[in-house]
């Protein structure tokens, strides 16, 4: 897909997805800021690896659990930039938080990031799509699935995908708003091989996937010019396994 001349902010691309989507984005010719908070060597790597495909990056650090950060990041890559085409909202933090050990600070902590920030992120970013823009949520499995170790994690996934209806429909037909819900593709830090293989084996199609599964459907849905509102599982199949 060919987006040269097109502005992209990738949040949180100093790492895992957030990364490989900001660094095939820059591949098809998107000038990138490249958004991150606590991986600073990570937002390098990905700019050095844009540049070095021939591609324009500019790094932005922000605390997006900050109430006014992802308003005040959206309107500074628009004005350093010249212009704001496409945002991804890939930021987030998935922790394990049993039932009986979450604490307030952890639920508005998750809820900060992973649901807060991409709404006022998309709300900042409406303004300077003139042109038609796209906005990429990212959600993940647990948005449609019950993992009883991770319930405000899930609980914030779900509320992105009702996040990117909600939006698509305020924000038509001059901003599309798409989003993709990757299951396992990256392992969380932690996670042993173990873990892997009883995962893949559960997977109708028999393997994890990767970031660059992910990738292509956030490429597809970017030219998907009659999509919106959608949210593009890529999970092998594991939500519709027995």
Same mark, same amino acid.
């Given at each position: 897909?060919?987006?040269?001349g097109?502005?992209a ?6 790492r895992?997805?957030?990364q490989?989507?900001?660094?095939r984005?820059g591949?098809?010719?998107a ?11 990570g937002?390098r =790597? ?7 495909a ?5 790094l932005f ?6 109430? =006014? ?15 704001l ?9 998935? /922790? ?11 639920? =508005?902590?998750?809820m900060? &990031? ?5 709404f ?12 038609g ?7 993940? &499995?647990?948005a ?9 994690h899930g ?5 992105? @995908?009702?996040?990117?209806?909600a ?12 989003? @993709?819900?990757?299951? @396992?593709?990256?392992?969380? /830090?932690?996670w =042993? ?20 599964d @992910?990738?292509?459907?956030? &490429? ?7 999509v919106?509102?959608?949210? &593009? ?10």
């Open positions: 897909m060919e987006l040269r097109r502005v902010l990738v949040t949180g691309a100093g895992r997805l957030g490989a989507i900001a660094v984005l591949a098809a010719g000038r990138v800021a490249v958004h991150h908070h606590g991986s600073a060597d937002a =790597d990905t700019a050095r690896r844009i540049t070095e021939g591609g324009e990056a500019r650090r922000a605390d997006l659990r900050e109430p =006014d950060a992802p308003a005040a990041l959206v309107d500074a890559v628009a004005a350093g930039m010249g212009a085409h496409v945002l991804v909202n890939s930021a987030a933090v998935m /922790e394990r938080t049993p039932i009986g050990s979450v604490t307030p600070a952890q639920w =508005d902590a998750m900060a &990031l992973n649901l807060r920030a991409p006022f992120a998309s709300q900042a970013a409406a303004p300077h799509m003139r042109d823009g796209v906005i990429v949520n990212v959600a993940d &499995l647990a449609y699935e019950t993992w009883p170790a991770y319930v405000p609980v914030s996934k779900a509320g992105v @995908v009702q996040l990117t209806r939006m698509a429909r305020a924000l038509a037909p001059a901003v599309r708003v798409v989003g @993709v819900a990757p299951g @396992v593709v990256l392992l969380p /830090e932690g =042993d091989d173990a873990v892997a293989d009883r995962l893949a084996a559960t997977t109708p199609l028999g393997r994890p996937g990767t970031p660059e @992910v990738v292509r459907a956030v &490429l597809y849905l970017i030219g998907a010019d009659f919106t509102g959608e949210t &593009l599982v890529v999970d092998g199949g594991r939500r519709v396994r027995r």
